[in-house]
């Protein structure tokens, strides 16, 4: 795996469209903090196959520095795909302002995958070790059930509330 190791534990997610089901992302990191955003892939030679990076809130993004090309989804509020850019190459910036999160992938990512506009992801998270995944996090995840007694997954003091929208029982595969 390319990325670069970090000690302790991590968080990654396998990222998936929801009408298809096909996998978009084994090992997706999140980047949710002043810092993590601003790093985002620098200092990286490359993005390897089922790699990801979720920047949120993001609505431009960059590859100043950058040694490799990305593909791009940008996603709403409810993880639908608003825009996508296949390729960015390095020096680079796009946006999409209707956008509340990006997904940086591997070029090539978006066609494998067969993504299309409108599409809803699913993030999946998954609890891993050290160089699962390129970005730090330490997320809590409960299982819980709601009034109706449908599982679902808590998420504790990790992300925005952007991602506790997102990661809701309808966007996110319960762990069972």
């Known amino acids: 795996m390319s990325s670069k190791t970090i000690p302790g534990e991590t968080s990654s997610f396998t990222v998936a469209i929801d009408s298809t089901e096909r996998v978009v992302a084994t090992c997706a990191a999140i980047a949710d903090t002043f810092v993590l955003r601003a790093k985002g892939l620098l200092g990286r030679s490359a993005l390897g196959a089922g790699e990801g990076l979720w920047i949120v809130p993001c609505e431009s993004v960059h590859t100043i ?50 993504v299309a506009l409108g599409d809803t992801l699913i993030f999946t998270p998954s609890l891993g070790r050290s160089g699962d995944s390129p970005i730090p996090a330490s997320p809590t995840h409960t299982n819980k059930t ?29 762990l069972l």
Request: glycine share 4%; hydrophobic share 40%; with cysteine.
């Open 65 to 114: 520095g950058m040694r490799f090309s990305i593909d791009l989804l940008y996603l709403d509020r409810k993880c639908r795909v608003v825009q996508f850019r296949r390729a960015m190459s390095p020096w680079r910036v796009s946006a999409c302002l209707t956008a509340r999160s990006v997904l940086e992938l591997p070029a090539g990512a978006i066609d494998s995958a067969r």
């Open 146 to 174: 709601d009034r109706s007694g449908s599982p679902y997954i808590e998420v504790k003091n990790t992300v925005s509330s952007y991602y506790a929208a997102c990661a809701s029982r309808f966007y996110v595969q319960p």
